[in-house]
């Protein structure tokens, strides 16, 4: 429910997914000369058209664009872990500069931790496919899995994904606090990562549903809505660990341990 509460947050998450979308087709435009019945035939498998030849400055023009990604992902992720520690006075960095620095080693991090949890789901969907839970040679016939099938894959490797990303979490609320500081209390990883499972699960088991039984239109208004949401609430859920460490094991909020003055509730916002 914090989501919805911080409007200021909410409406630069919604900015920041509407600023992807668009560059993603700008891309797309630039690499297929604007003809899209060229990337219709991709995605059908229809090779007829031929080879697209890739126009000049395309590659640097993606790698700028995925450095921006990265970059924008990375600053939204420290705003939604500021404010579920410090409310919504402390949310953005002061100066603007130390926030954009904290964004770059957040970037950093999690590049690195999401090329290690994609090692460790592609590990994860093995060993689901060696014991006979998962088939692959039907998921790569594009045979429609069961529903059953579908939630034991998505389950089960977010299970893992989870229980791995919670090792990092705290170096992550770290960096976003702008903290070298240890955390008070023991870590509580197996407890977070039961945490971040059920918020994607909250998310991953009516998507599965979805693609299984409902219309296309259905299915991609819920990922739009699902992902605006669970790009605020992963990181949000980082802050407010941060926070009740702080109250249970140090006596103080993590507002009183930097300084900063008590929130006043503000056009809806939640202290």
Do not use: C
Request: glycine share 10%; net charge negative.
């Amino acid at each position: 429910m914090q989501v919805l509460f911080f409007k200021k947050g909410l409406g630069l998450t919604v900015g920041y997914l509407i600023a992807i979308a668009a560059i993603i087709v700008l891309l797309v435009m630039m690499a297929t000369g604007g003809d899209l019945q060229i990337l219709e035939s991709a995605f059908s498998g229809d090779d007829s058209n031929g080879t697209v030849p890739v126009p000049d400055g395309f590659g640097l023009m993606f790698f700028i664009a995925f450095i921006g990604m990265v970059l924008g992902y990375a600053w939204i992720f420290n705003m939604w872990i500021r404010f579920g520690a410090f409310g919504a006075s402390g949310a953005f960095f002061h100066p603007v500069g130390a926030g954009l620095k904290a964004a770059g080693v957040t970037a950093l991090k999690l590049f690195f931790i999401g090329i290690l949890l994609i090692i460790v789901g592609s590990v994860a969907v093995l060993i689901l496919a060696a014991i006979g839970i998962i088939d692959l040679n039907a998921a790569q016939q594009a045979v429609q899995p069961t529903l059953t099938s579908a939630l034991t894959l998505n389950l089960v490797t977010l299970a893992v994904i989870s229980g791995v990303y919670s090792m990092f979490s705290s170096n992550l609320t770290y960096t976003a606090l702008g903290s070298d500081s240890e955390e008070v209390g023991p870590p509580h990883l197996l407890e977070f990562a039961v945490v971040l499972f059920i918020l994607d699960a909250l998310l991953v088991i009516p998507l599965v549903v979805l693609q299984i039984y409902a219309p296309v239109w259905t299915t991609t208004t819920y990922q739009l809505i699902g992902g605006i949401w669970i790009t605020a609430a992963i990181p949000l859920a980082h802050g407010v660990r941060y926070d009740w460490q702080r109250q249970q094991f140090a006596g103080e909020t993590a507002a009183e341990q930097f300084d900063m003055s008590v929130d006043e509730p503000d056009d809806g916002d939640v202290p």
